[in-house]
């Protein structure tokens, strides 16, 4: 699978990268290595990775000169690429990276952890030594976590689906409300839907009768980064000289945050500003480049950090075999969770079914079939029950909210994914199958109840990349209900015209990297063999254990009940 903004770089490009950069830093010696490692540097890129391993298989990198990669370093030695700050490659220990991006890289680790060992001004942690005296449920990772921000200026809370996180943010912020009643706070996330499952988890959490400050908390502005940062056609409206007036700052699904975004967002806080990055490090690495998560996660970093660095581990969502095989997919690898999830009973909430068909499998569609009936059921009886005319919906009228709100929740009951979107059982063989071969060029032949998903950031709208909303109405009335973030930092429904958006598509089925930052009671996953012999996963081949492990944890744990895994083999090694 390649990084859908980086796609991969054919030979022709890579060939004409390395003789501009031939021509433009001549090399001392040239040799055929020095090509092998600009291509397998560039190949990199297209990943979203800045570096590459010397040590890893001559296989992973294309390469084609002999001597793999004892003569490759000895030519870039003697080629003069790694001499001197201007050299355009680094390598450190068996890491070799392009030194723009290892720069900027090590530029956004540092400035965090300076900014992490600021002394906060006014900090007393004493005035609050018996805040916990009335608040039930901390273990004492969450209770670190939360002590963190008294000393620390920047907070890595770490973790996997069912342990806590949000319960600590929620405490987090009740410490920090009650310290500083005045503190301006945002909480964010990188895309809508994990802004907005942000924002209803902690709405849950401010209930709680035992916080002192659950309504402030149910109050706070929740936005996707781009939409802080004010961002339009690649630049940013909030940066160095125009910073955010906020004093805290929540970033949820860090996992999902390129180097790009990350660096943006340092530069437009003010340097007092408190930050808390919480995510997943097991999930899959940003779809930009440079997975800044993954690097802050690393022992030796993570270890910098001390004591404002946490990683939860217990366990409070009961998820039965889905947490197990996670654990064992996360700890062991692919290999280790096929063979165990080949075992399991029947009455398992984490199963594989086989099927022998090229073709999209019956079970998917009778699935399909009957939540895309009751999608569309629910939305004829919003249009019946309450107006004749879409024109007359309007966010003023409370029983069209809490009927939309009500529709718009049936979405997360199931969801399915696809590793791939072409291809053998990808995307867009699920939408052909249900909505048949033309599926993409008309939006008014697809039913009522269709879920749809937007393509592009549309603030002027209130919605994100990744929207995932719902057609209601059909004819001349056929409109797009959606739930989006007002100009107020509200959340509201709203029904769009559909020539009002850039780029619509069907979201009958998600690729798995869309699918970050969302959740669903029933996830079906697509794994077909034929994925292996796909061009598009080229790539994906060539990234090991670790890269199909992420994509594998990163689907089932969109689950919050069950998990059927829908695959053309009996074999369990679907990736070796």
């Keep these: 699978m390649t990084n859908k903004n980086n796609a991969d770089w054919g030979p022709d490009l890579r060939e004409?990268?390395?003789?501009?950069?031939?021509?433009c830093i001549p090399p001392k010696e040239y040799s055929p290595h020095l090509q092998d490692l600009v291509n397998a540097l560039t190949d990199a890129l297209s990943r979203g990775e800045i570096s590459i391993n010397l040590d890893s298989n001559s296989s992973d990198h294309k390469i084609t000169a002999k001597d793999w990669p004892q003569s490759h370093i000895h030519a870039l030695t003697k080629s003069g690429w790694l001499d001197g700050d201007s050299s355009p490659m680094i390598l450190i220990g068996n890491e070799l990276s392009w030194r723009r991006w290892y720069e900027?890289?090590?530029?956004?680790?540092?400035?965090?952890?300076?900014?992490?060992?600021?002394?906060?001004?006014?900090?007393?942690?004493?005035?609050?030594?018996?805040?916990?005296?009335?608040?039930?449920?901390?273990?004492?990772?969450?209770?670190?976590?939360?002590?963190?921000?008294?000393?620390?200026?920047?907070?890595?809370?770490?973790?996997?689906?069912?342990?806590?996180?949000?319960?600590?943010?929620?405490?987090?912020?009740?410490?920090?409300?009650?310290?500083?009643?005045e503190?301006?706070?945002?909480?964010?996330?990188?895309?809508?839907?994990?802004?907005?499952?942000?924002?209803e988890s902690l709405l849950k959490n401010s209930q709680n009768p035992n916080l002192d400050k659950g309504q402030q908390i149910a109050a706070l502005p929740c936005n996707t980064l781009h939409r802080w940062l004010k961002a339009s056609h690649g630049e940013f409206?909030?940066?160095?000289?125009?910073?955010?007036?906020?004093?805290?700052?929540?970033?949820?699904?860090?996992?999902?945050v390129d180097l790009t975004l990350m660096k943006a967002l340092l530069n437009a806080l003010p340097y007092t500003c408190k930050l808390v990055l919480v995510g997943d490090a097991d999930q899959l690495p940003p779809v930009g480049l440079g997975a800044i998560w993954r690097e802050l996660q690393q022992e030796h970093i993570k270890?910098?950090?001390?004591?404002?660095?946490?990683?939860?581990?217990?366990?409070?969502?009961?998820?039965?075999?889905?947490?197990?095989?996670?654990?064992i997919l996360r700890d062991h690898g692919p290999c280790e969770f096929w063979k165990q999830l080949s075992v399991l009973p029947q009455s398992s909430n984490l199963q594989k079914h086989c099927h022998k068909t090229?073709?999209?499998?019956?079970?998917?569609?009778?699935?399909?079939?009957?939540?895309?009936?009751?999608?569309a059921l629910l939305t004829?009886?919003?249009?019946?029950?309450?107006?004749?005319?879409?024109?007359?919906?309007?966010?003023?009228?409370?029983?069209?909210?809490l009927?939309?709100?009500?529709?718009?929740s049936q979405l997360n009951n199931l969801m399915v994914l696809c590793p791939m979107r072409r291809g053998q059982w990808g995307i867009d063989d699920v939408h052909k199958s249900l909505l048949g071969p033309n599926f993409q060029e008309d939006i008014a032949s697809w039913p009522e109840g269709t879920p749809v998903i937007c393509g592009e950031n549309q603030p002027e709208l209130g919605l994100s990349n990744g929207d995932i909303g719902l057609i209601i109405g059909q004819g001349n009335n056929l409109r797009l209900l959606f739930q989006v973030v007002s100009e107020e930092n509200d959340n509201q429904i709203r029904l769009i015209h559909p020539a009002r958006l850039k780029l619509l598509q069907p979201a009958l089925a998600l690729t798995v990297h869309k699918s970050q930052g969302s959740e669903a009671k029933h996830v079906i996953l697509l794994w077909p063999d034929e994925i292996l012999k796909s061009d598009q996963t080229d790539q994906l081949r060539k990234q090991s254990q670790e890269y199909s492990a992420k994509l594998l944890y990163t689907a089932i744990t969109r689950a919050t009940e069950k998990v059927d895994i829908l695959t053309t083999s009996d074999g369990n090694n679907l990736f070796y």
């Excluded at 004409?16 to 021509?23: D, G, I, S, V, Y």
């Excluded at 001390?306 to 969502?317: E, M, N, P």
């Design 104 to 181: 900027e890289m090590n530029s956004v680790t540092n400035e965090l952890l300076t900014r992490s060992k600021a002394t906060n001004q006014n900090s007393s942690p004493k005035k609050l030594s018996t805040h916990y005296s009335h608040i039930k449920g901390l273990n004492q990772e969450q209770e670190t976590a939360v002590k963190a921000l008294d000393d620390h200026r920047v907070v890595l809370i770490s973790g996997g689906p069912g342990t806590g996180k949000t319960s600590t943010i929620t405490m987090l912020l009740e410490r920090a409300l009650t310290f500083e009643p």
């Design 237 to 256: 409206g909030h940066n160095k000289q125009n910073q955010l007036p906020i004093d805290l700052i929540v970033v949820d699904e860090m996992s999902m």
């Design 358 to 375: 090229k073709a999209i499998p019956q079970s998917l569609k009778i699935h399909m079939t009957t939540h895309l009936k009751r999608l």
């Design 303 to 327: 270890n910098k950090f001390g004591t404002s660095a946490v990683h939860l581990h217990q366990l409070y969502r009961n998820r039965g075999d889905l947490a197990v095989l996670s654990k």
């Design 380 to 401: 004829k009886q919003l249009m019946s029950s309450h107006f004749e005319d879409v024109n007359e919906l309007n966010n003023q009228n409370s029983d069209f909210i």
């Design 403 to 408: 009927s939309a709100e009500k529709l718009l």
């Design 183 to 199: 503190i301006r706070v945002g909480l964010s996330a990188p895309t809508g839907k994990a802004a907005r499952r942000l924002q």
């Design 16 to 23: 004409k990268l390395f003789q501009t950069l031939a021509r």
